[in-house]
């Protein structure tokens, strides 16, 4: 599902920089939903939601299937784009606009030209019934460099692809993940993962790698030691606790979902203070019951749990991960467990439905979507969005961080709210299209 091999190139410069101003966008959040209807809900939430594709984010000539004849929304030529993926969106409150990280992107057809591990491109879109447009900032250069001295010194790197982003505490931040090694289809090795963080300065800023912030996959993956339990947390997806439900002089927090590497894992939750989301050390991890301080070994699976792993020696790299054998310490080596097929996840707070959201693809290779009441869970039954047999080589679902807040308007001008739109990448394109999913059915049983 990703390239074989890829060619190491130098580190570009940041992207040009946008204008600073004030973002002017509050909070709106519903009334809670009494708890007999909540109750209610679990017995009558729809198994399924219709999806339906808007237009092409990236690329210049779709023309494989799925995707020939859809609206090209954008032709991405300027940026150097011709394929793409992942489409990771979030809000900055800096500048006011939409930011979209893509993982490998080629400036040419079949994964040619100039390759770049990541690029950064923005949006002011706020009418997305119609597609979601880009802004033309000009040649779309890497925005987050290699960092070879912080891979183990006899390991190889083969790229950095983003999988999540927030604006929280008044900074940017992306997470990502150093790739060692493309394996079979829906599997790869990493690393570790990390956080960069934009920083103000000449030339428009830059984004550095924020050291604190490493979590090595395994032993001698990086040039960081390995903590037990960092193999669960190298592709992230995150959200912040809404404003309004933090009370005066209590922590707000980041909430970070995290799975392991490739498409086979569980996923497993942890949160931080907003003001530390580059220490490891202030994590706490989700036991099933309680917090736990930095011991990610301990983190229980809350989406995609699997009793066992696959394969023929599943049964010692459950062993290996279990926290009460050794402290999870020999999981260094053998790998995270396997089997829960949560995969690519994008995670928001949706006002309309006053719930978390989830997205993810499953292990069929169909898109799911749950709701809750906290992070934590309980998480409801999957609902899917789109199936592989209506788009085959689909993956990574990214939601859009304005659905559901009333920022959106339709054709009309009107508030755009029941609306959940969000990216999806094909493989047949290598290309991300823009997709939108209608909450109404949904909002009712909830509400």
Not at 234 to 239: F, I, S
Request: net charge negative; hydrophobic share 35%; charged share 15%.
């Amino acid at each position: 599902d990703a390239p074989a091999a890829l060619a190491a190139t130098p580190p570009l410069s940041a992207p040009p920089a946008i204008p600073r101003r004030e973002s002017t966008r509050t909070l709106r959040s519903a009334e809670p939903a009494p708890a007999a209807a909540v109750t209610a809900a679990a017995v009558t939430a729809p198994k399924s939601l219709a999806s339906s594709h808007i237009g092409w984010v990236t690329g210049q000539r779709n023309n494989a299937i799925p995707g020939l004849g859809w609206p090209q929304t954008n032709n991405t030529q300027w940026a150097g784009v011709y394929g793409t993926d992942l489409g990771i969106m979030w809000f900055n409150g800096e500048n006011g606009l939409t930011q979209l990280a893509f993982g490998d992107t080629f400036s040419g057809p079949n994964m040619t030209g100039d390759w770049r591990s990541n690029v950064l491109l923005l949006s002011d879109d706020t009418q997305l019934y119609n597609g979601l447009s880009l802004i033309d900032t000009g040649y779309a250069y890497q925005f987050i460099p290699a960092a070879r001295n912080a891979v183990f010194f006899i390991g190889s790197e083969v790229t950095n692809i983003p999988s999540a982003a927030i604006y929280a505490n008044g900074e940017n931040y992306v997470n990502y993940f150093s790739v060692k090694s493309w394996d079979t289809p829906g599997r790869w090795t990493t690393n570790y993962s990390a956080i960069s963080q934009f920083v103000p300065g000449p030339n428009g800023g830059e984004w550095v790698l924020q050291r604190s912030s490493i979590r090595s996959a395994g032993w001698f993956r990086s040039s960081t030691p390995y903590v037990a339990g960092s193999q669960n947390f190298q592709q992230m997806a995150y959200v912040l606790q809404p404003e309004d439900q933090v009370a005066p002089g209590e922590t707000r927090y980041l909430y970070a979902f995290g799975t392991p590497a490739g498409r086979a894992g569980s996923a497993f939750l942890s949160r931080v203070p907003e003001g530390a989301i580059t220490d490891l050390g202030q994590y706490e991890y989700w036991d099933g019951s309680t917090w736990v301080r930095d011991k990610p070994a301990v983190a229980a699976p809350v989406i995609g749990d699997s009793t066992n792993s696959t394969g023929l020696f599943g049964c010692i790299i459950d062993l290996a991960n279990n926290p009460n054998f050794f402290g999870g310490w020999f999981a260094g080596f053998t790998g995270a467990k396997t089997g829960g097929n949560v995969s690519e996840m994008s995670v928001q707070y949706n006002e309309y439905l006053d719930k978390y959201v989830v997205m993810y693809g499953d292990g069929f290779n169909n898109i799911q979507l749950r709701t809750a009441d906290t992070p934590e869970g309980q998480w409801s039954d999957p609902i899917q969005v789109v199936s592989s047999i209506q788009y085959p080589g689909l993956y990574a679902p990214m939601i859009h961080p304005l659905s559901g807040t009333g920022e959106l308007t339709d054709a009309s001008g009107d508030p755009d709210v029941s609306t959940l739109y969000w990216n999806m990448s094909l493989w047949g394109n290598y290309n991300v299209v823009l997709m939108e999913t209608d909450l109404a059915p949904l909002h009712t049983t909830l509400v």
